[in-house]
């Protein structure tokens, strides 16, 4: 990579975007040393915590290419994604988000890079034309992610496929698995969102971290916390940019 590359590479992130992401690995590095993951299922744990690290790396940078309009996160996003099913398939856990990132993230991500490249923004190409949901939409959704939440929640629950991750702790088990029905689900509307260029993308990622941290918190990951810290503050940052250039995409159309 010559210099100039390096140098417009540089310039492409702000100063805050560089601490944000820095910050966020230096966190999880932290944490990952005050809390230390156990061997699970006879998987070692310092190679849990690798994963962990490279799950945190790639989804912080998917997160500040998509704050940024940019089609290069759905890329990275197919790294995360094959992270995301080794470290679950290792854990025995959460079959429903292993299935939607499996069946629904993958393909998904290579339509969506296919689908932003066809719509970059007019005047700055390398940025991509971003929208916002209609009333009806919403609600669609809503009802979608509750009616998904219950029946996928109960036909998980019944698998009972048996994994070291919770103890032997039925209920809290029993919670992870409808939280994690809930996660898939607001994944896929999230994805969706995503994939159609709107902005309530953001809205669904603030939900899905949430639900997150919880199952994090219940599964004592905590290293994966830090990433979802990361999560919370980039979907503000991404929220507030994306609502300012719509409006002002808007204001060019009048």
């Known amino acids: ?120 923004d007019r005047e700055e190409t390398e940025l991509t034309e971003v929208r916002t949901l209609t009333g009806w939409q919403e609600v669609a959704v809503i009802i979608f992610i509750v009616l998904w939440t219950v029946v996928v929640g109960y036909l998980t629950s019944e698998l009972n496929i048996a994994t070291d991750l919770f103890g032997g702790n039925k209920t809290v088990e029993t919670w992870v698995i409808y939280l994690d029905a809930c996660a898939s689900v607001v994944g896929i509307a999230n994805g969706l969102f995503i994939l159609f260029r709107y902005r309530e993308q953001w809205i669904a990622w603030y939900i899905s971290t949430f639900l997150e941290m919880a199952i994090n918190i219940l599964a004592g990951q905590y290293m994966l916390l830090a990433l979802k810290i990361g999560f919370l503050t980039n979907t503000t940052y991404g929220y507030i940019k994306w609502t300012k250039y719509i409006r002002e995409h808007a204001e060019k159309q009048q």
């Not at 140098?7 to 702000?14: G, I, M």
């Not at 993951?37 to 799950?55: A, K, Q, S, T």
């Not at 089609?71 to 079959?95: D, G, H, M, P, Y």
Request: net charge negative; with cysteine; charged share 15%.
């Open 1 to 120: 990579m010559d210099s100039k590359k390096k140098t417009d590479l540089r310039a492409y992130f702000t100063t805050y975007e560089k601490i944000w992401f820095f910050s966020i690995l230096a966190l999880s590095i932290v944490l990952g040393i005050l809390f230390p993951e156990e061997d699970v299922n006879g998987v070692n744990g310092v190679v849990i915590m690798g994963l962990y690290f490279l799950d945190t790396f790639l989804n912080i940078l998917c997160e500040l290419l998509i704050s940024k309009q940019s089609k290069w996160n759905f890329i990275v996003s197919v790294f995360v994604e094959i992270t995301e099913i080794v470290t679950l398939l290792l854990l025995a856990a959460r079959f429903a988000t292993m299935a939607t990132t499996l069946f629904f993230w993958l393909p998904v991500d290579i339509i969506s890079f296919i689908n932003w490249h066809r719509h970059p």
